[in-house]
């Protein structure tokens, strides 16, 4: 008995260090924190765990936004190196993206499970459709609005942020974009937005699950695992400078695809888990 269950944790371990890996590597090529594949590894592991279902999802966001802090801090840094980050959009957005993630955590602590799954595959699918089959000339303006657009713009990218446990560079990316930005200063200056995103984000779900301490495994703050903060933050914050690296190896259209593509994947993936 005790033999079997040794090697599920040994495979459940692999399981975590493999998805830092991957992790830190989109995070550096995407300006995301990896999310998206950190929330289903760690879904896996609470379900071991016997987390109740119905806060395990939330557990898994909110561990997922800890564990892709420093991640993102590191991505930020390598674009920063590179010049390529818009630090005047990065100061605008910061402040009303932590407002909506504070609301973003709020909300994820009564909703169910399936909500954040929901979320995370309805925005990921938009995002992913314009950049597959999106033009180059598409441009809603040459350049980002002024004044109050500018500021929901920033809250928008932090409440989606922290529903669907990411560091916000999917919904950013496609704003800058939008807005005449090239896609390798898009994908900086979301790696910078994501440093206050993550930060706040996992703050917010430790305060968020206090009231279901009970039902969290040990070793837990609210929504967030510091076991699996531990295991999965140094793997995948090493990997996102090499990320960075081959960000800036490749031209813009296949950056872009690469990254629809990534995005769709994992939509279908929580659209998949909801209908079975």
């Given at each position: 008995?005790?033999?079997?269950?040794?090697?599920?944790?040994?495979?459940?371990?692999?399981?975590?260090?493999?998805g830092?890996?991957?992790?830190?590597?989109?995070?550096?090529?995407f300006?995301?924190?990896?999310?998206?594949?950190?929330?289903?590894?760690?879904?896996?592991?609470?379900r071991?765990l016997?987390?109740?279902?119905?806060?395990?999802?939330?557990?898994?966001?909110?561990?997922s936004?800890?564990?892709?802090?420093p991640?993102?801090?590191?991505?930020?840094?390598?674009?920063?190196?590179?010049?390529?980050v818009?630090?005047d959009?990065?100061?605008?957005?910061?402040?009303?993206?932590?407002?909506?993630?504070?609301?973003?955590?709020?909300?994820?602590?009564?909703?169910p499970?399936?909500?954040?799954?929901?979320?995370?595959?309805?925005i990921?699918?938009?995002i992913a459709?314009?950049?597959?089959?999106?033009?180059?000339?598409?441009?809603?303006?040459?350049?980002?609005p002024?004044?109050?657009?500018?500021?929901?713009?920033g809250?928008?990218?932090?409440?989606?942020?922290?529903?669907?446990?990411?560091?916000?560079?999917?919904?950013?990316?496609m704003?800058?974009?939008?807005y005449?930005?090239?896609?390798h200063?898009?994908?900086?200056?979301?790696?910078?937005?994501?440093?206050p995103?993550?930060?706040?984000?996992a703050?917010?779900?430790?305060?968020?699950?206090?009231?279901?301490?009970?039902a969290?495994?040990?070793?837990?703050i609210?929504?967030?695992?510091?076991?699996g903060?531990?295991?999965?933050?140094?793997?995948?914050?090493?990997?996102?400078?090499?990320?960075?690296?081959?960000a800036?190896?490749?031209?813009?259209?296949?950056l872009?695809i690469?990254?629809?593509?990534?995005?769709?994947?994992?939509?279908?993936?929580?659209?998949?888990?909801?209908?079975?």
């Open positions: 008995m005790f033999a079997a269950h040794a090697g599920e944790l040994v495979w459940l371990l692999l399981a975590i260090l493999a830092g890996l991957v992790t830190g590597i989109l995070a550096g090529l300006g995301i924190g990896g999310g998206g594949v950190i929330v289903p590894v760690l879904y896996e592991v609470f071991a016997d987390v109740p279902e119905d806060v395990r999802m939330q557990l898994c966001v909110g561990t936004l800890a564990i892709i802090a991640t993102t801090f590191r991505s930020y840094w390598a674009h920063r190196s590179r010049g390529a818009l630090t959009v990065v100061k605008a957005w910061a402040i009303p993206a932590v407002l909506g993630v504070g609301i973003g955590a709020a909300i994820a602590g009564f909703a499970g399936w909500v954040l799954k929901l979320t995370f595959a309805l990921a699918s938009i459709l314009r950049l597959l089959i999106g033009k180059a000339d598409w441009r809603l303006a040459d350049d980002l002024k004044g109050p657009l500018n500021l929901l713009f809250f928008c990218v932090g409440l989606c942020s922290s529903l669907m446990g990411v560091s916000g560079g999917s919904v950013s990316n704003f800058l974009t939008l005449n930005k090239p896609i200063q898009a994908v900086a200056t979301s790696a910078g937005l994501g440093i995103i993550t930060v706040a984000g703050i917010g779900f430790m305060l968020a699950g206090l009231p279901h301490q009970a969290m495994p040990p070793l837990s609210g929504f967030v695992s510091l076991i903060f531990a295991i999965m933050a140094p793997v995948s914050s090493y990997m996102a400078t090499y990320g960075a690296r081959l800036h190896a490749l031209p813009r259209r296949k872009e690469a990254f629809g593509v990534f995005l769709l994947a994992i939509s279908i993936r929580f659209v998949l888990g909801l209908i079975f």
